[in-house]
């Protein structure tokens, strides 16, 4: 009995450091995931410090995306110029593969600096469709993310919670730390004075 009552205490332990580190690296990120036998409806949102164009530059820089969203392989425009846009993305989902493809062909609808729509075209899935949505011009400006994913296969109880918002979180706020540093990178730019010889 005394064995039982260790592992418990040692698995509450365990879950509540899952949560306490989940809330840790929240930032001012709210994420929430919901799932079911309609498969997985997910939405963020995150107020960031910097404006609708430059948040808008990040969104959109399609072949650049895998050098700062974690666990993506490649990200790249798979369309030519004119046409309607496709962008393939391969990531290493890892655990995360149950809902989210490692390959996958999205075709998208741009409203600049304002929403981005798509949905999966090709992928190990049923169906995959979503927005990103920009909110304000100037900073603080409202990052949206609303994705609704039906993986081709039941959802395990793993996947309904903490979990995939974790994960989610993880990519959303990765984008949010991007647009955030190309501010400060363009007001570093704009402060420095033209050093010409006099």
Same mark, same amino acid.
């Given at each position: 009995?005394?064995?039982?009552?260790?592992?418990?205490?040692?698995?509450?332990?365990?879950?509540?450091?899952?949560?306490?580190?989940?809330?840790?690296?929240?930032?001012?990120?709210? +994420?929430?995931?919901?799932?079911?036998?309609?498969? #997985?409806?997910?939405? !963020?949102?995150?107020? &960031?410090?910097?404006? *609708? /164009?430059?948040?808008?530059?990040?969104?959109?820089?399609?072949?650049?995306?895998?050098?700062?969203?974690?666990?993506?392989?490649?990200?790249?425009?798979?369309?030519?110029?004119?046409?309607?846009?496709?962008?393939?993305?391969?990531?290493?989902?890892?655990?995360?593969?149950?809902?989210?493809?490692?390959?996958?062909?999205?075709?998208?609808?741009?409203?600049?600096?304002?929403?981005?729509?798509?949905?999966?075209?090709?992928?190990?899935? +049923?169906?995959?469709?979503?927005?990103?949505?920009? #909110?304000?011009?100037? !900073?603080?400006?409202? &990052?949206?993310?609303? *994705? /609704?994913?039906?993986?081709?296969?039941?959802?395990?109880?793993?996947?309904?919670?903490?979990?995939?918002?974790?994960?989610?979180?993880?990519?959303?706020?990765?984008?949010?730390?991007?647009?955030?540093?190309?501010?400060?990178?363009?007001?570093?730019?704009?402060?420095?004075?033209?050093?010409?010889?006099?």
């Amino acid at each position: 009995m005394k064995k039982e009552e260790k592992m418990r205490r040692a698995l509450f332990a365990a879950f509540s450091l899952l949560l306490a580190s989940s809330c840790a690296q929240a930032g001012n990120a709210r +994420i929430k995931a919901n799932s079911g036998l309609a498969g #997985v409806k997910v939405e !963020a949102t995150q107020e &960031l410090q910097t404006d *609708a /164009h430059t948040l808008w530059g990040t969104l959109t820089d399609y072949n650049r995306l895998a050098t700062f969203i974690p666990d993506m392989v490649s990200s790249r425009i798979i369309s030519a110029p004119g046409a309607p846009k496709r962008v393939e993305q391969i990531g290493d989902s890892g655990m995360f593969a149950f809902i989210m493809p490692d390959q996958v062909v999205l075709a998208l609808e741009e409203t600049p600096n304002s929403q981005i729509r798509f949905r999966a075209i090709t992928g190990k899935l +049923i169906s995959m469709t979503g927005e990103w949505r920009i #909110v304000g011009d100037k !900073a603080p400006v409202t &990052l949206i993310y609303r *994705a /609704h994913i039906v993986p081709l296969s039941p959802i395990p109880p793993l996947g309904s919670g903490y979990f995939v918002e974790d994960e989610v979180r993880t990519r959303f706020e990765a984008v949010g730390r991007e647009a955030e540093r190309r501010s400060r990178e363009a007001r570093k730019s704009a402060n420095v004075p033209n050093q010409t010889a006099h």
